[in-house]
């Protein structure tokens, strides 16, 4: 797998890197850092994402070649290579852009760390045992003898992705392993502090209103069963100038008090359509349940789901099938 990894970068010079619709911090920084090692080997990379990142995590996009598909208009003809990056489907990149694969005449290399991927990758390389697939790039780059052409910056990018799917390092995903990854970023001149400043300092007034808001209006317990959940929706959004990114971790939250072991965050859209984020702890698991109700899947404890009620029905449904997860 290895071998074959490297075989397909030294036959490949424009590259072409992907992830997943709204992404996240894993997503941002495991293409940051794809994009910053292959300049290193002189080649030519570019990102191409389904849509933005929330505002903190744009910063880590200065000084890389990047488009949102709505704005991609580059012939794929001219890339040799494309690393799908932090997703497992096709359809994890969204409806419109993962018309893109048919097109795509390029091998390619899926890294990714979420369950049960699709097979439509030449490799494949998948551990849903690593916390995160920025950890598993630097583990690939490790394994390939190659991982001495990461620059600060992809260092950087690393970290932060680490750092965002693990919850600041409290998930049970972490292990021995993370943390010597993690003593070979700092060792390479991360400083963990202005990482973190750079994500979980950036709030406005506004951000903090809704998430007190959500808080002490909207969280609410399931009798009897250690679940809490919060759902919110398009109108209360809109009254506190909601920003893509001021509901993220706000699911931990629910998490945190003390006796919930299951915590539900759920959000309506423009469209009217329901996203919805699962967490768990101990014994109860969530991918299974996101999956078969509500479009979703992901990690035992950490999952995502979408749904096309209204959010009154999504919750209903919601309340209907939860013992499920019990």
Do not use: W
Not at 26 to 49: H, M, Q, R, T, W
Not at 226 to 245: A, D
């Amino acid at each position: 797998m290895i071998e074959t990894f490297k075989e397909l970068l030294e036959e490949a010079d424009r590259i072409l890197i992907t992830t997943h619709k709204s992404p996240d911090g894993d997503a941002v920084g495991s293409a940051v850092a794809c994009y910053e090692f292959l300049k290193s080997l002189n080649k030519s990379p570019f990102i191409l994402i389904p849509d933005m990142p929330a505002s903190n995590l744009m910063p880590f996009l200065h000084e890389v070649e990047y488009e949102c598909f709505a704005d991609f208009d580059q012939d794929l003809s001219i890339f040799d290579l494309t690393f799908c990056l932090d997703y497992n489907h096709e359809y994890r990149v969204g409806e419109e852009m993962s018309q893109i694969f048919t097109d795509l005449n390029t091998p390619k290399i899926m890294i990714d760390h979420h369950p049960q991927p699709s097979d439509f990758c030449e490799l494949t390389i998948s551990r849903p045992e690593v916390c995160s697939t920025a950890q598993l790039f630097f583990e690939v780059l490790e394994e390939a003898r190659l991982d001495s052409n990461l620059n600060l910056k992809a260092c950087e990018a690393i970290y932060l992705g680490i750092m965002t799917d693990t919850g600041s390092f409290r998930f049970p995903s972490v292990t021995a392993k993370t943390h010597n990854v993690l003593q070979k970023l700092i060792l390479n001149g991360v400083v963990p502090f202005e990482i973190h400043e750079k994500i979980f300092d950036q709030n406005t007034s506004d951000q903090l209103k809704l998430r007190g808001y959500a808080v002490s209006e909207k969280m609410e317990f399931i009798k009897d069963a250690p679940i809490g959940l919060i759902s919110l929706s398009m109108e209360e959004l809109s009254r506190f100038n909601y920003q893509k990114g001021d509901t993220e971790g706000l699911v931990n939250v629910i998490l945190s008090v003390k006796g919930i072991s299951v915590a539900i965050f759920m959000m309506e859209n423009e469209e009217g359509k329901v996203k919805m984020s699962f967490r768990a702890k101990g014994k109860y698991l969530v991918n299974d349940f996101a999956k078969k109700y509500f479009n979703g899947g992901g990690h035992k404890y950490a999952a995502g789901g979408y749904s096309e009620l209204s959010l009154e029905d999504t919750k209903a449904k919601l309340l209907k099938h939860y013992s499920e997860i019990l």
